[in-house]
């Protein structure tokens, strides 16, 4: 099946640093989310992009649709405590266009 | 009002034995979803339907089998349940059938098999 390749897996950074992470796919992809998870929670969307190129931001998260179609990049800025959860990438493709893919997810651990 | 909610939250069991999760979604939705989510925290998609007609079944094990009883349920029935089926299950809804856009997830259902 179809792949997305997350990365970094997890990351341990202070408090007020800035984050960046990526998603890339081996084929195109028409849309591209990002998702948080909390501990005992489900996924929750924070960014969708629909369109090559698009740059979004949601407060302090900026998220952008790779040109190539191929990528997407989630950054934070200013990191917070409560910043700290799983973040997953998901996408779909032309092929797949049923369902939603989703990264291995990026651990944010954050020291005050 | 929660949007997407799935009970139980949590289910211990035996091998061997049958359950049943259950799922309802409040948002006018016409897609529903079941994923799984292992210990290493993958989302892997198992099913989906849209207004009670199965659209994707990812080489599930027939163990395992969905049910749609109207567009706002959508019920995971899993029969002679094995170790490795220990996971987080989440159901999930979004709009539309061609090309599914923002999945909406409910907090997930942790079953444990001993």
């Known amino acids: 099946g179809q792949q997305l390749n997350q990365s970094p897996q997890s990351m341990f950074i202070q408090e007020g640093e800035d984050v960046s992470m990526n998603c890339t796919s081996s084929?195109?992809?028409?849309?591209w989310l990002w998702y948080k998870q909390d501990p005992g929670e489900g996924p929750v969307l924070l960014i969708a992009l629909y369109k090559a190129g698009e740059l979004t931001s949601n407060g302090r998260l900026t998220a952008q649709f790779g040109i190539t179609r191929k990528d997407s990049f989630l950054n934070i800025s200013a990191s917070i405590p409560s910043d700290v959860g799983i973040y997953f990438c998901a996408g779909r493709s032309i092929q797949g266009a049923q369902k939603l893919v989703f990264g291995q997810g990026t651990r944010l651990t954050i020291n005050p | 009002d929660t949007a997407v909610s799935q009970t139980p939250k949590y289910l211990v069991t035996q091998m061997g034995n049958d359950k049943s999760i259950k799922c309802e979604q409040n948002l006018g939705h016409d897609t529903m979803y079941w994923y799984k989510q292992d210990s290493k925290k993958f989302l892997k998609i198992m099913f989906s339907?849209?207004?009670?007609?199965?659209?994707i079944n990812e080489t599930v094990p027939n163990r395992f089998s969905p049910k749609s009883p109207d567009k706002a349920h959508l019920n995971l029935h899993i029969n002679s349940l094995e170790l490795g089926d220990s996971a987080v299950y989440f159901c999930?809804?979004?709009?539309?059938?061609?090309?599914?856009?923002?999945?909406?997830f409910g907090e997930g259902s942790r079953l444990t098999v001993l």
């Open positions: 339907y849209n207004n009670k007609e199965l659209i």
């Open positions: 084929s195109i992809f028409n849309t």
């Open positions: 999930a809804s979004s709009q539309g059938r061609l090309a599914v856009q923002e999945l909406f």
